[in-house]
């Protein structure tokens, strides 16, 4: 597509609840991100994929978020048992750069987001 | 301390002023940088790359500092549309980007 497209677009979820996000890249784009916007800060970086490969996850908050991109394309960030504190904006975005061998010498580009509200 | 460091705001300016934000970062391996800007509601845009020489895009430029680890960006006569939160944003060389808490502008007529 034109530009990187996320759904849902909000998101209200119980306590308890598990949600997935999807996030539908740039075609082509090799690397994929994940990052997490709460009220009033900046993105805090979540998982980083190279194709199919999670080469970085450190950023995930606790064993109940899980991400994956099997075929190196769409990806889904999963949160299970969902808490009031997951309460943010999910940010996806991609980037044609193979950041692993040539290192980050530009930004990347956002998707609008899912809006989550656990309630 | 964050790695990222910017002041909040708000910055009030009015339309025609020159506004000038700063941002310091604590990782001295930070290998590229760069100012995102980010409308309410709205996802984070590239503005610019900042590098060591300085560089400039029509009525911005962004500096960088690497001895003081401090970069800036300045607006010159800001129109009504620079309203808008300000991300400073660093890449230490792995493959994630830091964010900077923004700072806010507000251009009134």
């Known amino acids: 597509g034109a530009g990187v497209s996320q759904s849902p677009r909000y998101k209200v979820a119980k306590r308890g609840q598990d949600v997935a996000l999807r996030c539908d890249p740039i075609?082509?784009?090799?690397?994929l991100f994940w990052y997490q916007q709460a009220l009033g800060q900046g993105p805090e970086f979540l998982t980083y994929f190279q194709n199919e490969a999670q080469l970085d996850k450190s950023g995930l908050p606790s064993d109940r978020f899980f991400a994956e991109r099997p075929e190196g394309s769409v990806s889904t960030l999963k949160i299970q048992r969902t808490q009031q504190e997951d309460s943010a904006v999910y940010l996806c975005?991609?980037?044609?750069?193979?950041?692993?061998?040539?290192?980050?010498?530009?930004?990347?580009?956002f998707g609008s987001g899912t809006r989550l509200t656990v309630v | 301390r964050k790695e990222v460091e910017q002041d909040p705001g708000p910055f009030n300016v009015p339309e025609g002023a020159t506004v000038a934000f700063n941002c310091t970062y604590s990782?001295?391996?930070?290998?590229?940088f760069f100012w995102y800007r980010q409308d309410c509601r709205k996802e984070p845009k590239l503005l610019m790359s900042?590098?060591?020489s300085g560089n400039e895009d029509g009525r911005f430029t962004a500096q960088l500092n690497r001895a003081s680890q401090y970069i800036s960006l300045l607006i010159r006569d800001s129109k009504l549309s620079d309203s808008a939160t300000y991300l400073c944003?660093?890449?230490?060389?792995?493959?994630?980007?830091?964010f900077g808490t923004g700072t806010r502008l507000l251009v009134s007529p």
């Open positions: 944003v660093v890449n230490r060389g792995f493959q994630k980007l830091v």
């Open positions: 975005a991609s980037s044609s750069l193979d950041w692993g061998l040539r290192g980050a010498t530009s930004g990347y580009t």
């Open positions: 990782n001295s391996a930070s290998q590229s």
């Open positions: 075609s082509g784009h090799v690397s």
């Open positions: 900042v590098y060591s």
